[in-house]
């Protein structure tokens, strides 16, 4: 009998991230739940779903902006299960740069977190990857290609992201497919949103509501698991939002 698949998750003990976590677990994988400051939400998790299925489900702190720690997650991770057969870049950062107010602090910490870690890490994780014959989802946003007003540098970083993702399908080929997820309305920020910015954002998606962290995590698993012959693809899941912006 095949072992399962092993997939890491980063940014995974939270909000979108837990969603990913819980569906990849229901489908059969074992998961490295990757976490930064949410320690306790990780272990929360992991205990959860190692009740489930025991021994599934491992916790891994790293700081993902420091580049010496993204080897030795891998290398964690491939200890603690025996292999590596997939991992989603969703650990992600979130705010507005407005011109005028944004300094070099706020593009570097935007571009480390939403391109430049997914990068380095996805090339500390090919090689076990490609043992696998593993896969690659990132989770980058429809506003890497159209916009978001006041937040230029993030919607800069999710256009790399989303080049990233096109790239690596064509580096990693044939050994490793490479796809992204662009959401569109899922949850608010954890800072919250004004009811009136949340009602007109609704008003101009077609399918008049707001989506679920599930319909991510379910976009995730079928790229994962099910779609071997899709590869360099950025699917969105975002109520057809992306027809009218």
Partial sequence: MNPSPVVLVTGGARRVGAAIV??????GCSVAIHYRHSGSDAEALARELDAVRAGS???FP??????????????AVVQRFGRLDGLVNNASAFYPTRIGETTSAHWDDLF??????????????????????????????IYAERPLAGHTVYSMAKAALAMLTLSLAKELAPEVRV???APGAILWPASGKPE??????IAKTPLGRKGEP?????????LLLD???????????????????
């Fill in 196 to 201: 009136e910015a949340a009602e007109s954002l």
């Fill in 112 to 141: 480390s977190a939403n391109a430049r870690a997914p990068f380095f890490l996805a090339q500390a994780a090919a090689p076990a990857l490609r043992e696998a014959g593993g896969a690659i989802v990132s989770i980058v946003d």
């Fill in 62 to 75: 790293a700081a993902l902006d420091d580049d010496t720690t993204l080897h030795p997650l891998i290398e």
């Fill in 22 to 27: 819980r569906r990849l677990h229901a489908a």
């Fill in 179 to 181: 796809n992204a997820v």
């Fill in 214 to 222: 599930e319909d991510v995590a379910e976009a995730v698993r079928w």
């Fill in 57 to 59: 489900v491992a916790t």
């Fill in 227 to 245: 779609a071997r012959y899709t590869t360099g693809q950025i699917v969105r899941v975002d109520g057809g939002r992306a027809l009218t912006i």
